[in-house]
């Protein structure tokens, strides 16, 4: 079966860090780009972070630029995101997600096809 | 940034009912466009993908479609499963990789 499961959520002062974990399993983790996005309390979807397959290329939303880190490990099959100097707004579900790609005639396609249950961050004093 | 918004925000039906979500993005966008499905408490899901192509394992009575701007989501028939909010989202222009603000799906 195909599963992404989230870890390390949990309550951290405003200004600390945390490094959630996501544990692939199911499929081949080396061979897809990979997606953090988060959803705070009542509110939407927002895209967070990406990863390319080799961990060569990444992407960052410009409200964690510099805080967040994501990163890989395709030999444990796991993705990482460390955030340091949480905020408040920081507070959130965060899911990561696989992005399945294709190359056509038009360009090239990419959707979150697997996500996970999500693991949550509070942000508190 | 190209910006994604969904009408309504918030819309009650009745089982049965055929139901249309609205997407438009801030410039065009091609067919670069997927739709997600979340459950309260749940993850996402993967409903239809550049703009017109059901995910496999979707009913049939989910059905996308639209380009350059304008974007639209039907239900055929609702059915009881189907209340819940429903996420537009674009892949032409990234990053960032951005969502519409969601349309809540109610029982009327």
């Known amino acids: 079966e195909v599963q992404l499961v989230e870890s390390g959520g949990g309550l951290v002062q405003p200004g600390g860090s945390l490094r959630l974990s996501c544990a692939a399993s199911?499929?081949?983790?080396?061979?897809?780009?990979m997606n953090w996005v988060r959803q705070a309390p009542g509110k939407g979807l927002e895209w967070v972070s990406y990863?390319?397959?080799?961990?060569?290329?990444?992407y960052n939303a410009d409200s964690v630029k510099g805080r967040f880190t994501i990163s890989r490990d395709n030999a444990k099959n796991s993705l990482y995101l460390q955030m340091n100097s949480l905020r408040g707004e920081d507070t959130a579900v965060y899911y990561c997600?696989?992005?399945?790609?294709?190359?056509?005639?038009?360009?090239?396609?990419?959707?979150?096809?697997?996500w996970g249950r999500g693991t949550t961050v509070t942000v508190s004093s | 940034d190209i910006q994604m918004t969904q009408s309504p925000s918030s819309l009650s039906a009745s089982v049965g009912d055929r139901v249309t979500i609205t997407c438009r993005a801030s410039?065009?966008?091609?067919?670069?466009l997927n739709w997600y499905q979340q459950k309260l408490g749940k993850a996402p899901k993967l409903l239809i993908y550049?703009?017109?192509s059901l995910q496999s394992g979707v009913p049939s009575r989910f059905s996308g479609s639209g380009s350059g701007t304008d974007f639209t989501l039907t239900i055929s028939s609702l059915q009881p499963e189907d209340f819940a909010t429903y996420y537009c989202?674009?892949?032409?222009?990234?990053?960032?990789?951005?969502f519409g603000q969601g349309t809540r799906l109610e029982i009327k």
């Open positions: 997600a696989r992005v399945y790609g294709y190359s056509s005639s038009r360009g090239y396609y990419y959707y979150m096809d697997v």
């Open positions: 199911g499929f081949t983790f080396s061979s897809y780009e």
């Open positions: 990863i390319s397959s080799s961990g060569s290329t990444i």
């Open positions: 410039q065009s966008i091609s067919n670069y």
């Open positions: 550049t703009a017109s």
């Open positions: 989202q674009q892949s032409y222009s990234t990053p960032p990789i951005t």
